[in-house]
């Protein structure tokens, strides 16, 4: 477990080490991590961003912490670790693009924190509006605004557009204030797998696609997600599920001009899509490796398809038991200032739901077979406005070719 923290002043005494300390016992925490210090630099203003590692954790365990050093302590908090294994029940919460103002999902967030209602965050690209705004002081309100969430639940995030920054290659805010696991095989942190009972997931670069000379960078990545999910098709008695996490979408009924809609877009989500003749695309590696969900925002609605591949939808019988072909989630309506996202008067034939109002998913893993889905309406009481079983046979094999 990573534990992140921000501090505005230096340590009175160069000599202080600063630390997590933790343990089963709210009122004794006898266990401690040292913590490395960022000096985080940005815009004239500047502030101390410490890492620590907490290693050796008791599985199904609630631990009790507090953050700082001999110089002044935080309130105590507390995380619960999962299970030991790989089948076990957990739910996700799953969102992009909320902001600082007109958040709508906040209130409902920081009840399912608080009340267990998941276990962990994938927040899929766009912070704030914006990490970097006014000298990075709406990046500092907004991880304010998110504390009682991401003090307690782990929070896995992917940059989405509203994480550029200066030039196309910064993403200077997203880089120092969020940790994720290392990629072995670019120094960059956009993208990413880890493992949660079974379910492997895979957090992807949509941004890249928007580079200028992507060529490289676009390559680097999908050579390590054409082995990344070559090793978790293979260790599907593990991790039965794959789902991978983008911002930008490459299947969307966006209606042309909207919220999200820059001029590009077509002809680069085709491109992400699909790939030319200098980069390759996102969908035949998912196809290939028989990616089961893939969850993106950017779209300022909800936007749930039939299974989809290669633009044919699967809707014979159950379409979504034994699924043909990966199913695609649009959760970018958490809430921000740039409102909804308008349709298209008619859906298109992949498209099975769509609802044009704030919310967030709750993917409920239930265990090697079966995954519940529930999209909730921000907009109304937290009520669920869709909701979808996802079912395989154990030991099922997509024969997508």
């Not at 899509?273 to 925002?297: I, R």
Request: charged share 15%; hydrophobic share 30%; net charge negative.
């Amino acid at each position: 477990m990573v534990i992140m923290w921000t501090t505005m002043q230096a340590l009175n005494n160069p000599s202080t080490v600063p630390q997590v300390v933790y343990g089963v016992n709210p009122f004794y925490l006898k266990s401690s991590s040292n913590a490395s210090i960022n000096k985080f630099v940005y815009n004239g203003g500047q502030q101390y961003i410490y890492t620590a590692t907490l290693q050796n954790l008791t599985p199904a365990t609630r631990y009790y912490y507090q953050v700082g050093s001999t110089e002044g302590w935080s309130s105590t908090w507390n995380f619960t670790t999962f299970p030991s294994g790989n089948n076990f029940p957990y739910t996700i919460a799953i969102f992009g693009d909320l902001g600082m103002t007109d958040g709508a999902s906040y209130p409902f967030l920081k009840q399912g924190a608080a009340n267990n209602q998941f276990d962990i965050v994938f927040h899929i690209g766009d912070f704030a509006y914006n990490l970097f705004t006014n000298g990075g002081k709406v990046g500092d309100e907004w991880m304010r605004e998110m504390q009682e969430i991401m003090a307690t639940k782990p929070y896995m995030v992917i940059a989405g557009n509203h994480e550029w920054e200066s030039d196309q290659l910064n993403f200077t805010n997203y880089r120092n204030r969020f940790s994720v696991p290392i990629n072995n095989a670019y120094n960059d942190s956009q993208f990413y797998s880890f493992n949660v009972g079974p379910v492997h997931y895979v957090g992807i670069s949509s941004e890249y696609y928007f580079y200028e000379n992507i060529e490289p960078i676009v390559n680097a990545q999908y050579q390590w997600l054409v082995n990344d999910l070559k090793t978790a098709d293979s260790n599907r008695q593990n991790q039965p599920w794959i789902i991978a996490g983008q911002h930008r979408p490459y299947y969307s009924s966006e209606k042309e001009n909207s919220c999200c809609n820059e001029v590009v877009d077509n002809y680069v989500n085709y491109k992400m899509k699909d790939g030319d003749s200098t980069v390759p695309g996102l969908e035949k590696p998912y196809l290939d490796n028989a990616v089961d969900m893939v969850f993106w925002g950017h779209v300022h609605s909800y936007e749930r398809t039939y299974p989809v591949a290669n633009m044919t939808a699967y809707k014979d019988g159950n379409p979504y038991h034994n699924p043909k072909a990966p199913v695609y989630i649009c959760t970018g309506g958490a809430g921000s200032q740039e409102g909804h996202t308008n349709f298209k008067h008619s859906p298109s034939p992949w498209s099975a739901q769509r609802i044009d109002r704030f919310g967030y998913t709750l993917l409920h893993v239930y265990n090697n077979t079966h995954l519940y889905m529930e999209q909730i309406d921000a907009s109304n009481n937290g009520t669920v406005m869709d909701s979808v079983w996802i079912t395989k046979d154990q030991g099922f094999q997509r024969n997508f070719w």
